[in-house]
Nanobody
Framework: QVQLVESGGGLVQPGGSRRLSCAASGSIFRGATMEWYLQAPGKQRELVASIKRSYTTSYTDSVKGRFTISRDNVGNTVYLQMNNLKPEDTAVYYC???????WGQGTQVTVSS
């Protein structure tokens, strides 16, 4: 059974950077589109970025130019590099394998001075 484990969250000042990692077990990772979602307090979970097995990426408008999604198909890991962080980026960030019900446990990112 595939499992996803996120890491890298924490407290960061506005304008700072953070890199999230999501380690996947299982060989199906290499063929899957991987996604990062965020869920802010009191709000629904929303898609932030995705990366296909072809390495094609897409982003929601609010993070374009600031966040970069990447993947390592040898290490079965997907990353989210977050730069120029804003207080409104504060949320729990989840890793997800597209078209499945496979989610990570989430990692909290708090942007505050």
């Amino acid at each position: 059974q595939v499992q996803l484990v996120e890491s890298g969250g924490g407290l960061v000042q506005p304008g700072g950077s953070r890199r999230l990692s999501c380690a996947a077990s299982g060989s199906i990772f290499r063929g899957a589109t991987m996604e990062w979602y965020l869920q802010a307090p009191g709000k629904q979970r929303e898609l932030v970025a995705s990366i296909k097995r072809s390495y094609t990426t897409s982003y929601t408008d609010s993070v374009k130019g600031r966040f970069t999604i990447s993947r390592d198909n040898v290490g079965n890991t997907v990353y989210l590099q977050m730069n120029n962080l804003k207080p409104e980026d504060t949320a729990v960030y989840y890793c997800h394998m597209q078209y499945t019900n496979i989610w990570g446990q989430g990692t909290q990112v708090t942007v505050s001075s």
